[in-house]
């Protein structure tokens, strides 16, 4: 039945493009693919480790910009994209450093000030960042001949990079480490006592964490062609958190399924309403309030049930 | 040399706005362990406030303690009928605090448009003030007394009543006061009231050297997050010590390093976090 469902999803997803004829909505659904990437990045903190970052828009968008900058300095795609990966993981590294001197809330006031480091250097170095009027890239790589051009195209190469992010979450959620990381979540000081490396292993998940927020932050500079510091912004940290919570943290298909509704409630809201972030806001106070476990386990409960 | 006299006021003025913002974030914090993220919503809200009560006819000073106490009053409703239905689950207090600043700030934008508005120094604070031959502006140095008021008049309210010794029993060990017949729940309200009161009238009075504008939110939180994780959470001093540092460090940074005096606030943010991660005034968790 899972095997089934698997495979259909699968079909539809890779079929997208040749069915849906209309661009925008391929364009939509590339967003959330990507969008659902940097979820299950946070996941892996949020939910596996129990550490909240408010801060991880910081990383995705350090990505975006490396990019960008090794890009507009004339180099070639996989140059910006490798160094902008590099970046991102020594960016990973010195963050978690810094966050992980607290656990709960101290972590998340860390990380938010983490995060407003980060905006702060893409709005004011100006000869740096361009400030406000944030960089422009000209064109998408063209790997193996495939050109990226096109909205089906970018597509596709998005959804090969989501495939390998879930995988690598399947491979992390069922390995001996996701089990230690889980393990620092419940029970730090047993997991202590039974002799792991409790801060390591909470270094090396926001180090993996860190690593799929950066792949996200290179797919969002690829699909704008753009980055400014709207993309670093403590709402952007907020929306990806709002995508996990809202699907369901410590789940594999939660962040999917809540990078799913957000961006579509985001591109919908947004052509009929102005009001953006009070629906933003709203949808957080009403899920947190009324369906804390997000909607995933939510549902999964109530069919359980019938 | 007029010049650094110049930014050490206007360091000493920052300071003490951002004292009256981080005190209350800093109780707010130490008693219920939740990091406030609608603290810079409050300032700005409480600003915005003003300016509709002053084009009503209000005074400046009426018009501050009037703001205050609504958006007080606001934050009360919030703490009883939200923070409260999630006593516990901390992150998801966090998290609802942070839903709510979206929702603040948009209704702020609709309310009060984007542009920025000013409010107009106080009549009899305009001006300068010689003192030794130096001309100061007088508005900034009647914000620095008034800061320097309420940090004795915050510490005599902890130090020297019985609410103040609940609240600090509180903040020390919330199921031990409870124990001995504390009502910690209402301590939560009359804090939180008086952290959001304090947090809009710095806004209000923050606002004719500010002005008030959509994202003036945003800009004041991480400061009064920096002054918290810098003086320790729940230490009065704590706040006092840090609001200085911050207000010192970002009026120099900008004037020698304009492009990164943001970058250069959270500087010794980093340093205290990895020499003393409690904060400098703040004692180690248990």
């Known amino acids: ?100 001197r607290g656990t709960g809330l101290g972590f998340v006031m860390i990380t938010v000030a983490l995060g407003q480091i980060v905006w702060g250097v893409a709005y004011r170095w100006i000869s740096l960042t361009n400030g ?46 996701g089990a230690s990381v889980r393990g620092t979540r419940d029970q730090a000081r047993r997991m202590n006592a039974l002799g792991y490396h409790v801060w390591m292993i909470r270094f090396l998940a926001f180090l993996f964490s860190g690593f799929w927020s950066g792949v996200a932050g290179v797919l969002y500079l690829y699909y704008n062609q753009f980055v400014s510091p709207q993309a670093v912004a403590l709402t952007a940290s907020a929306e990806a958190l709002l995508m996990v919570i809202a699907g369901g943290t410590g789940t594999l ?53 019938s | 040399m007029a010049l650094w006299f110049v930014l050490a006021v206007n360091s000493i003025t920052l300071g003490g706005l951002l004292f009256l913002l981080s005190a209350g974030f800093s109780l707010i914090f130490g008693l219920m362990r939740i990091p406030n993220l609608t ?48 006593a516990g689950a901390e992150l998801a207090q966090v998290l609802v605090t942070l839903g709510l600043s979206f929702m603040i700030a948009d209704v702020c934008l609709m309310v009060w448009t984007g542009d920025p508005i000013r409010i107009d120094t106080p009549p009899g604070l305009r001006g300068a003030t010689a003192i030794g031959g130096l001309g100061f502006p007088t508005y900034r140095l009647a914000v620095s007394v008034v800061a320097v008021v309420f940090a004795a008049a915050l510490w005599a309210l902890l130090d020297r009543t019985r609410l103040g010794a609940m609240i600090r029993a509180g903040v020390d060990d919330a199921p031990m006061a409870r124990v001995v017949g504390i009502h910690v729940s209402r301590l939560f309200t009359v804090v939180f009231c008086l952290g959001a009161w304090l947090a809009a009238f710095a806004g209000v009075i923050g606002g004719p050297i500010l002005s008030v504008y959509p994202g003036l939110d945003g800009e004041m939180l991480p400061l009064a997050l920096v002054v918290v994780i810098l003086g320790g959470s729940g230490s009065l001093l704590g706040s006092l010590v840090g609001s200085f540092v911050v207000g010192f460090l970002y009026n120099f940074g900008q004037a020698m390093f304009p492009e990164l005096a943001y970058v250069v606030l959270f500087l010794p943010m980093l340093l205290v976090l990895v020499v003393r991660p409690q904060g400098l005034f703040g004692r180690p968790a248990v």
């Not at chain 1, 300095?73 to 993981?89: D, E, N």
């Not at chain 1, 579509?264 to 804390?292: D, H, T």
């Open chain 1, 1 to 100: 039945m899972r095997r089934v469902a698997l495979a259909a999803a699968l079909a539809v997803l890779a079929t997208l493009p040749l069915w849906l004829t209309s661009t925008y909505y391929v364009n939509i659904t590339s967003q959330i693919l990507f969008y659902a990437i940097f979820a299950l990045a946070i996941n892996v903190l949020a939910g596996y480790a129990g550490l909240v970052s408010l801060g991880h828009a910081g990383l995705f968008g350090i990505a975006g910009y490396a990019a960008a900058k090794i890009l507009t300095g004339g180099h070639a795609h996989a140059a910006g994209i490798a160094g902008a990966l590099a970046i991102t993981l020594v960016a990973s590294a010195a963050f978690a450093v810094l966050a992980l």
């Open chain 1, 132 to 177: 406000d009027n944030g960089i422009n890239i000209s064109g998408r790589p063209s790997p193996l001949g495939l050109s990226l051009a096109t909205p089906a195209g970018f597509y596709w190469a998005t959804l090969v990079v989501f495939l390998l992010a879930v995988a690598s979450m399947w491979v992390f959620v069922g390995s001996p480490f």
């Open chain 1, 253 to 305: 298909l939660g962040p999917i399924v809540g990078a799913g509704l957000v961006v579509v409630v985001k591109n919908v809201a947004s052509a009929y309403i102005e009001r953006w972030n009070f629906v933003l806001g709203a949808i957080f106070v009403a899920i947190v309030v009324f369906m804390p476990e997000g909607l995933v386990p939510g549902f999964l409960r109530l069919v359980r049930r």
């Open chain 2, 39 to 86: 603290h810079g919503s409050f300032f700005m809200l409480g600003a915005y406030l003003a300016t509709s009560l002053i084009a009503h006819g209000f005074g400046f000073w009426p018009a501050a303690v009037v703001a205050g106490l609504l958006v007080a009053a606001f934050g009360g409703l919030v703490e009883r009928f939200i923070l409260r239905r999630l």
